[in-house]
């Protein structure tokens, strides 16, 4: 296979001599790396690692494989080993093109890589491709890492794919992960947007959630405790959604159908926040005068000038910077141990929010005095 290197070989001059404890060479054809893997019983990308001396076989695979290339005289191909030895400095990327921060995430590691002389090869989520076919994508092109922009896999998967090569996640903690990570504080960027509303004079201020997964959990975490420490438990909401902006306009409807409405509400995203902005307006609710919006990402869209949403940042440039010098980082120096770069959250302030229009009612419906 190429790229790789033969096993300690005999003593000079002995090579090829029956008896001197290596076998004659086989001139009939090459020994190939398969021919090991099926002498010693285990699969040719175990073959592969051992000869390499990469980490993840055990002792016992080590010797079955070595005794294997020992007994079929198995030498590695040195013209493929110069080939596979050229870099590609490709730098795989994967992506879901509906989500906005992720595209700009995209242009804004372009930069961050072209200043180190790496190109991006880019593999988007598409409804019949899925992550690990995504991520299979890349390596077939010889990529020499992948940053994976918010991957759902679990952490053993992932742990896996980076025991092949560096891996980089972008916007997803990882806890017990063998990869690299760069992420915002979440959960610290929901409260800084409860903090913001509080302040406004909000008390009954509803999240809409974003479904299953580390990214929801952590934002709907920072909800909770964020209203509980500002003394707002009795208010506490939070609407089933995901990030997308049906789910905003499914909220509109959950929390402005009928009972008592909020005078404020968090989305778990932009595209979300977008969705209930549109539903609002659909339904003659003007944003901020009778509800304010606040929404997660500061994507393209919330900067628009007819959405005009406050929102928290997840400052995509610095992400961007981080995730290729860390990449970088392994490629160059190989660096051996696992990095978690996490970045503070930023609340940027635009027109969706504003006072509640009138003093807020307890939920049993006694007035607040403001």
Same mark, same amino acid.
């Given at each position: ?14 090579a090829?001599?029956?008896?001197a404890?290596w ?6 054809r ?9 002498r ?10 051992v000869?390499r001396?990469?980490p ?13 290339? %020992?007994d079929?005289g198995y =030498?590695?191909d040195r ?9 590609s ?6 992506l879901?093109?509906? !989500? ?13 890589a072209?200043?180190l002389g790496?190109?991006?090869?880019l593999?988007t989520?598409?409804?019949? =491709?899925d ?15 992948l ?15 980076g025991?092949?090569?560096?891996? /980089? ?5 990882m806890?017990?992960?063998a990869?690299d ?6 959960? %610290?960027?929901?409260?800084l ?26 934002r709907?975490?920072g909800?909770? %405790? ?9 208010w506490?909401? /939070?609407?089933?959604?995901?990030p ?17 409405p909020p005078?404020?509400v968090?989305?778990?995203s ?46 995509? =440039?610095?992400?961007a ?11 160059? !120096? ?15 302030? =635009? ?20």
């Open positions: 296979m190429a790229g790789q290197d033969s096993v300690p070989g005999p003593p000079a001059g002995t090829g001599t029956p008896g404890g076998p004659a060479a086989r001139a009939e090459r020994v190939r790396l398969k021919d090991v893997a099926a010693a019983g285990v699969s040719p990308g175990l073959v592969s690692l000869l001396n990469q993840g076989p055990g002792a016992q695979a080590r010797v079955r494989v070595f005794q294997a290339a %020992q079929l =030498r590695a013209s493929a080993s110069r080939l596979a030895r050229r870099r400095h490709h730098l795989g990327v994967m879901d093109v509906r !989500n906005a921060i992720h595209a700009e995430l995209v242009a804004d590691l372009d930069v961050a072209t200043e790496y190109d991006l090869v593999s989520l598409t409804p019949t =491709r992550e690990r076919r995504a991520a299979a994508i890349l390596v077939d092109f010889r990529c020499e890492a940053i994976l922009l918010g991957p759902q896999e679990t952490a053993v998967r992932l742990s896996a794919l025991a092949q090569l560096p891996v /980089v996640v972008v916007g997803r903690r806890p017990g992960a990869v990570v760069v992420r915002t504080a979440d959960d %610290q960027g929901v409260a947007a409860v903090g913001h509303l509080a302040t406004l004079g909000h008390h009954d201020i509803a999240f809409v959630d974003g479904g299953r997964g580390t990214v929801a959990s952590d709907r975490r909800y909770r %405790q964020a209203m509980r420490q500002l003394g707002r438990a009795e506490l909401r /939070v609407i089933p959604g995901s997308a902006e049906e789910a905003g306009a499914r909220a509109a409807a959950t929390l402005f159908g009928a009972g008592r005078t404020a968090i989305a778990s932009d595209r979300c926040a977008v969705g209930l902005l549109d539903a609002l307006a659909r339904r003659g609710r003007p944003v901020p005068g009778s509800v304010s919006v606040v929404g997660y990402d500061d994507s393209m869209l919330a900067r628009l000038a007819h959405v005009d949403l406050t929102t928290v940042s997840q400052d995509a =440039r610095e992400q910077r981080q995730a290729i010098a860390l990449t970088v980082d392994r490629l160059e !120096n190989g660096r051996p141990t696992p990095r978690e770069v996490v970045l503070a959250a930023r609340l940027v302030v =635009r027109g969706s929010s504003g006072p509640p229009a009138a003093a807020p009612a307890r939920p049993g419906g006694q007035p607040i005095s403001m």
